[in-house]
């Protein structure tokens, strides 16, 4: 039995939470969305609305037919839950956001897919979701919907991020799913099992959202300006992911791996996949990349604890500027164009029971 109170709390903390690295709701103007043409590319759009509607995770989802759910779960690291928060979080804001695109965009094409993409999200979240009540916990999505703050960008800004977004997912669940599968001691929750399958729906997501840029290459991806727009939101998913995770550290290592080396490789395939879009990537392996990073990552620390010990605003506000300008540095470090480095071929989905998914066919990477 979850104690209301409890979910009360929870709720009411994630929908206050704003902090830099807190997980956002945002809207859009369907006004511009609107303005922009798809016709050019319809046929890609009609065979990446199949991918969706064929909905291979259909059956993916159900915790009925896997035995190993049936456990106690009552003693699992606190630092379990958060992850749980957060996940639940992003994949809510998701469903949202996605699902109020599909009824305001006029493409049937693209609204019914967003509308797929919106349920593929709120698989997600009610499956964390259970994943909670496992360990006596929950969120009321309700009450956090009325009580987040919703953000507004603009469409061109709203498809770098989500798509960037839906990237750095899937290759944050595969890597999580890699390392549990060698090492399945520290798989502490059966949740884990599923990212393999999980993630390929992300991956779907991510080549939607780019094949709208795509569609929009001259809009959004040519020229100067939006160069330095993906190069600041790009860098904007990344250091919001690692000082998330930097933060989360205690459960990383509760599956027995390492935060930092986990987010620089992630970061480093997003980087390389993203660039078949982008026409660019920053240039994550420099060293004074991952030496400002690392910077970064102490500023932070150190500020969160001065403000943990009730330093006031005035008080963090250097570190705040210091880390701007690591943020400017990054931000000005030139980017590549030259051929990505090789992704691994992960293995497209998990051998679960009851599961009718086919797996082990093909290799993720086209
Ligand atoms: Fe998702
Ligand atoms: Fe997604």
Redesign the pocket.
């Known amino acids: 039995m979850i104690a209301t109170e409890s979910v009360i709390q929870d709720t009411k903390a994630a929908a206050a939470d704003k902090s830099l690295i807190s997980p956002r709701f945002y809207v859009t103007d369907y006004k511009k969305m609107n303005a922009l043409r798809f016709d050019h590319m319809a046929d890609a759009f009609k065979a990446m609305h199949k991918r969706f509607a064929d909905d291979p995770n259909k059956h993916f989802f159900k915790r009925d037919d896997d035995p190993d759910f049936d456990q106690d779960f009552s003693k699992l690291p606190a630092s379990f839950k958060e992850f749980l928060i957060r996940g639940c979080l992003g994949e809510f804001s ?1 469903a949202l956001l996605y699902k109020e695109i599909a009824e305001r965009i006029e493409d049937p094409i693209l609204s019914d897919t967003y509308r797929l ?1 919106a349920r ?2 709120g698989r ?1 979240s009610g499956f964390i979701r259970l994943a909670m009540r496992d360990i006596s916990a929950d969120l009321d999505l309700q009450l956090l919907q009325g009580e987040k703050e919703f953000v507004s960008m603009h469409p061109k800004i709203i498809l770098y991020t989500t798509y960037l977004s ?1 990237v750095i ?1 899937y290759f944050r669940y595969i890597n999580i799913y890699s390392h549990l599968q060698a090492h399945p001691e520290h798989r502490y929750h059966p949740i884990f099992k599923y990212f393999g399958g999980w993630c390929q ?2 991956l779907k ?1 991510g080549d939607f959202i780019g094949l709208q840029l795509e569609a929009q290459k001259n809009l959004y991806l040519d020229g100067g300006v939006n160069r330095l727009l993906i190069r600041f939101f790009s860098l904007a998913v990344y250091v919001t992911m690692w000082l998330r995770d930097l933060k989360a550290q205690d459960f990383y290592a509760s599956i027995g791996m390492n935060w930092r080396e986990y987010d620089l490789k992630v970061i480093r395939e997003t980087n390389a996949y993203a660039q078949r879009v982008f026409g660019l990537r920053l240039d994550v392996d420099h060293p004074q990349f991952i030496q400002i990073l690392d910077r970064m990552a102490e500023r932070y620390t150190k500020m969160t604890e001065r403000e943990a010990s009730g330093a006031g605003k005035l008080a963090l506000a250097p570190m705040k500027a210091a880390m701007g300008v690591d943020y400017l540095r990054l931000f000005m470090m030139k980017v590549r164009k030259d051929a990505p480095p090789p992704i691994p071929d992960y293995p497209v989905a998990p051998i679960i029971k009851g599961c009718s998914v086919k797996h082990g066919a093909e290799p993720a990477m086209a």
Do not use: A, C, Y
Request: glycine share 20%.
């Open positions: 998701g993409m593929d999200e997600h839906e997912g729906d992300e997501h």
